[in-house]
């Protein structure tokens, strides 16, 4: 059975600013987050998972994450989401 690392991104309802990160387990990362055991993400509770996608290999995975944080990748998610994000 294959093994898949999920690239994900959360909105922030106290400021609405997106984290991006990757994990194995994304149901475990989110309760990691909401229980404030995420530095990055502690003072910005409640979060909300807007985004997600399934990568087979890590390094697709990590390389994925890093483009989402770039500028170009911020693009894409605020297009990919627009109907989310004025609605």
């Not at 990160?21 to 995420?38: A, L, Q």
């Amino acid at each position: 059975m294959n093994s898949y690392y999920y690239v994900y991104v959360l909105q922030s309802e106290s400021d609405k600013k997106f984290y991006t990160g990757f994990t194995k387990d994304v149901r475990k990362r989110m309760r990691e987050h909401e229980s404030g055991k995420v530095a990055s993400t502690r003072n910005r509770l409640p979060l909300k998972l807007i985004y997600w996608e399934g990568c087979l290999q890590q390094s697709d995975a990590t390389a994925r994450e890093k483009y989402l944080k770039s500028s170009w990748g911020k693009r894409y998610l605020k297009n990919r989401l627009k109907n989310y994000l004025t609605g």
